[in-house]
């Protein structure tokens, strides 16, 4: 069976740092395109990185290109976004998703986890 787990969210202030986590089981990191999307109140669901199969290679949406970092564990089938430099902008309900053939586009992906909120306000 599928799952995918996000922890890490919470209530942070402009400039600070989070690290969400995505524990991930029945299935394959290597074999799989692994999303992160996020969604803000009233708005539609949208990339924010995404790593490829196989070799790893890690895209990002504009918006938080240098301030995010996306790591894969295969040993422990996680993965991770580090975010700094939050904005109240990157305030959202941010989710994991995988498939074997995932994009930027959230209706790519099969598998998704329940998020995990994210609040950057002072």
């Known amino acids: 069976q599928v799952q995918l787990v996000e922890s890490g969210g919470g209530l942070v202030q402009p400039g600070g740092s989070l690290r969400l986590s995505c524990a991930t089981s029945?299935?394959?990191?290597?074999?799989?395109?692994i999303g992160w999307f996020r969604q803000a109140p009233g708005k539609g669901r949208e990339g924010v990185s995404c790593?490829?199969?196989?070799?790893?290679?890690?895209y990002y949406a504009d918006s938080v290109k240098g301030r995010f970092t996306f790591s894969r564990d295969n040993g422990k089938n996680t993965v991770s976004l580090q975010m700094n430099s939050l904005k109240p902008e990157d305030t959202a309900v941010y989710y994991c998703?995988?498939?074997?053939?995932?994009?930027?586009?959230?209706?790519?992906?099969?598998?998704w986890g329940q998020g995990t909120q994210v609040t950057v306000s002072s």
């Open positions: 790593m490829s199969r196989y070799d790893g290679d890690t």
């Open positions: 998703a995988a498939d074997r053939s995932g994009t930027y586009r959230p209706m790519t992906y099969a598998y």
């Open positions: 029945g299935f394959s990191l290597d074999d799989n395109v």
